[in-house]
T-cell receptor, first 113, second 112 residues
């Protein structure tokens, strides 16, 4: 089985721009979660989707949004980028019945200049 | 607010020795805990989990201990190998839907 796939792996943006990151979960997994990882804040939960519905959201501003498609693939979007948004964005999938064991992708490394 | 934290930011271990990584949690209502390993340039990888109705759980070369009285979690790695060098995170499930609360992480460095 293929693992969680995230694209792009690396990207550079400038302040004020927006970015869209994509995540393809493990086949059969219906839950997708997103996390932001920075050296200062560690791993922080962004949101979780199951069957195209957002079930949970972390404490991030409204500039951070996401969605999930009918094939369980997910995207997250960050608008009006700030320098502090530079981070590794990790996507994780699980079967969905119980969200404990998450399988993470390699992440998308975003640099905001 | 509630948080999960690690006691030691860096742990140096000699190859072949046992490693112990500690984690304190503050949410007494948490009932599920997980340890993840993250190697450089990779996403976190599930190691082992434990529910609050257990005190100990063993996997291959790893053991997780849970002390609910003092809200403490530990990961023991037996016969540490160079491939064990990574950052280790403990995490607790604060609610049911994918929201893991991660600790700060401990860097484990295995020396020959």
């Amino acid at each position: 089985k293929a693992g969680v796939t995230q694209t792009p792996r690396y990207l550079i943006k400038t302040r004020g721009q927006q970015v869209t990151l994509s995540c393809s979960p493990i086949s059969g997994h219906r839950s997708v979660s997103w996390y932001q990882q920075t050296p200062g804040q560690g791993l922080q939960f962004l949101f979780e989707y199951f069957s195209e519905t957002q079930r949970n959201k972390g404490n991030f501003p409204g500039r951070f949004s996401g969605r999930q498609f009918s094939n369980s693939r997910s995207e997250m979007n960050v608008s009006t980028l700030e320098l502090g948004d530079s981070a590794l964005y990790l996507c994780a999938s699980s079967e969905g019945a119980f969200a404990g064991e998450l399988f993470f992708g390699e992440g998308s490394r975003l640099t905001v200049l | 607010g509630e948080s999960v934290g690690l006691h030691l930011p860096t742990l140096s271990v000699q190859e072949g020795d046992n490693s112990i990584i500690n984690c304190a949690y503050s949410n007494s209502a948490s009932d599920y805990f997980i340890w993840y390993k993250q190697e450089s340039g990779k996403g976190p990888q599930f190691i082992i989990d434990i529910r609050s109705n257990m005190d100990k759980r063993q996997g291959q070369r790893v053991t997780v201990l849970l002390n609910k009285t003092v809200k403490h979690l530990s990961l023991q790695i037996a016969a540490t190998q160079p491939g064990d060098s990574a950052v280790y995170f403990c995490a607790e499930l604060s609610d049911s839907w994918g929201k893991l609360q991660f600790g700060a992480g401990t860097q484990v460095v295995v020396t020959p």
